[in-house]
C-alpha cells in the first residue's frame, strides 16, 4: 500500500530553507522563513513566557487532560484580548487548536458541516496554507483581487468589485491584520465598507488573525476584526499565539465561533468539540497554560505587552530603514509601500528571475514571489539587501 502512495511536490519555504543551510558563504541572508528573529538572528523566549513557565511548573499538580474544547479559562482570556469591546460571551463558542493552522482547519470543516456548497473566498494571494487545506479537504474557493503589485498596497476596488460576485451563505476568508504574505492591510473605513457589504450579501465572515501586536499595536491591530464581529450576526476567528507569545513550538491557537445568540453558540460548541474529538481529541494545553497565565497576571501581562512594543517597533524601523535606503539607491520613491506595510511581510515586486539572481549573486535568499520576512533582516544587513535589490533592476 505504501508503495501506491502519490509523490507530494516538496513545500518551497522548507527548500528554500535547506537550500540556505546548505549555501556555504558567511554573508548570506534567510529571508524567506516566517518566524521572527532579533538582530542577533535569534527567535527568543519572552520574558512573561518564561516566568509563565515558572510558575505553572511550581504550581502544576497533573498532567490529566483539560477537556476537549480545552481550558475555558484559555478561551476566556484570548477572546477577551483579540475582541475587547466587540466581546460578548453569549454569542461566543470556542476550542483550543494546535496551532493556528489547527484553528484554520477545523473551522474550515466547521464550515462544510453547515454548508457544503458554500464557496470560501480567499485574497489573492493569501497564505499558501488556506488554499492548500481547501482543496485537501474538497472545498468549493474563489479569490478575489487584494494586491496591487504596482502600488504595494491593497487593490481595494478589485477586492470589492470581486466581492460584489459572493452568494448568500459564502464565506469571505480576511487577515485580520499583517496580511501575509503582502503586508498590505485594509484601513478601518475599508473595514466597514467590507463588514456592510457582507452584511448585505448575507455572507460569512472567516478572519485569520496570526499577527496581533506585530502591525500597530494589540488593540489597532484588532480594529478590523472586532468592527466585524460587531457589524455581522456570525464571525469565525481563527488566532495564533505562535507570533505575539513567540511560543511557535508550543502549537497554540483557539478557534471562536461568533453567532447570533445562545441557542447558535450551544449547537456551535457541539460541532467545535465533535470535530475536536475527531481529528485530535484533547488539544495541547502547555502553550494555552502560559498565555492563560499571562493574560490574567497583571504584572506579567504589562511585561508581555512591553516586550512586544519593542519587537514591533524593531520591525517598524526595519522597515523605514529599508525604504530610506533603496529611495536612496534608486533614486526613486517607488518602494516607500515598505514603510507602510505592516507585521514580518512584504512583498517587493522582484521577478522570479530576479529573486534567483539575488540568490545566487548576494546569498539572499526570499521566497519565488519576493515575500521578505522583514525580522530576517537587521540594521547592517538592510543595506545589503537594498543594493541587491537595485542591481537586479527590481
Not at 466547521?110 to 492548500?132: F, K, Q, V, Y
Not at 456570525?234 to 445568540?261: D, H, P, Q, W
Amino acid at each position: 500500500m505504501l508503495n501506491d502512495l502519490p509523490e507530494q511536490a516538496p513545500d518551497k519555504i522548507l527548500m528554500l530553507m535547506q537550500m540556505y543551510r546548505e549555501d556555504p558563504r558567511e554573508q548570506k541572508i534567510d529571508l524567506g522563513v516566517g518566524v521572527y528573529r532579533d538582530a542577533e538572528g535569534k527567535t527568543p523566549v519572552m520574558r512573561a513566557v518564561k516566568a509563565a513557565e515558572e510558575r505553572i511548573w511550581k504550581t502544576q499538580e497533573t498532567k490529566a487532560y483539560t477537556g476537549l474544547a480545552g481550558d475555558p479559562a484559555y478561551a476566556a482570556a484570548l477572546s477577551r484580548m483579540i475582541l475587547g469591546e466587540a466581546h460578548d460571551e453569549g454569542r461566543i463558542a470556542a476550542v483550543a487548536t494546535p496551532g493556528g493552522t489547527g484553528a484554520i482547519r477545523q473551522a474550515f470543516e466547521m464550515i462544510g458541516r453547515a454548508s457544503p456548497e458554500a464557496t470560501i473566498w480567499l485574497s489573492a494571494p493569501t497564505w499558501p496554507n488556506h488554499p492548500s487545506i481547501l482543496k485537501h479537504l474538497g472545498r468549493p474557493m474563489a479569490e478575489y483581487r487584494y494586491f496591487d503589485a504596482k502600488t504595494g498596497l491593497v487593490d481595494f476596488d478589485g477586492m470589492m468589485a470581486d466581492l460584489a460576485g459572493i452568494k448568500e451563505g459564502d464565506v469571505v476568508l480576511l487577515h485580520g491584520c499583517c496580511h501575509n504574505p503582502t503586508g498590505a492591510n485594509l484601513s478601518l473605513e475599508q473595514w466597514q465598507q467590507v463588514a456592510d457589504h457582507l452584511k448585505a450579501k448575507g455572507a460569512l465572515a472567516m478572519i485569520d488573525i496570526a499577527y496581533q501586536g506585530f502591525g500597530d499595536g494589540l488593540d489597532a491591530d484588532a480594529a478590523g476584526t472586532r468592527l466585524i464581529v460587531k457589524t455581522l450576526p456570525e464571525v469565525l476567528v481563527a488566532a495564533s499565539c505562535s507570533k505575539n507569545f513567540g511560543i511557535y513550538r508550543e502549537r497554540t491557537g483557539l478557534l471562536m465561533a461568533i453567532g447570533e445568540g445562545p441557542d447558535a453558540k450551544k449547537k456551535a460548541q457541539g460541532t467545535l468539540n465533535y470535530l475536536n474529538r475527531q481529528n485530535f481529541s484533547f488539544p495541547p494545553d502547555h502553550g494555552a497554560r502560559i498565555v492563560t497565565t499571562i493574560l490574567d497576571d497583571e504584572a506579567l501581562k504589562a511585561d508581555w505587552m512591553a516586550e512586544l512594543e519593542d519587537v514591533r517597533n524593531g520591525m517598524l524601523a526595519l522597515r523605514q530603514q529599508l525604504a530610506d535606503e533603496l529611495r536612496q539607491r534608486s533614486n526613486s520613491d517607488r518602494f516607500d509601500f515598505i514603510a507602510r506595510h505592516r507585521g514580518m511581510f512584504s512583498r517587493l515586486g522582484a521577478t522570479p528571475e530576479q529573486v534567483d539572481h539575488m540568490r545566487d549573486e548576494n546569498g539572499i535568499y526570499m521566497v519565488g514571489d519576493s515575500r521578505i520576512n522583514i525580522a530576517g533582516l537587521n540594521a547592517n544587513t538592510v543595506p545589503i539587501l537594498a543594493q541587491a535589490l537595485v542591481d537586479a533592476g527590481v
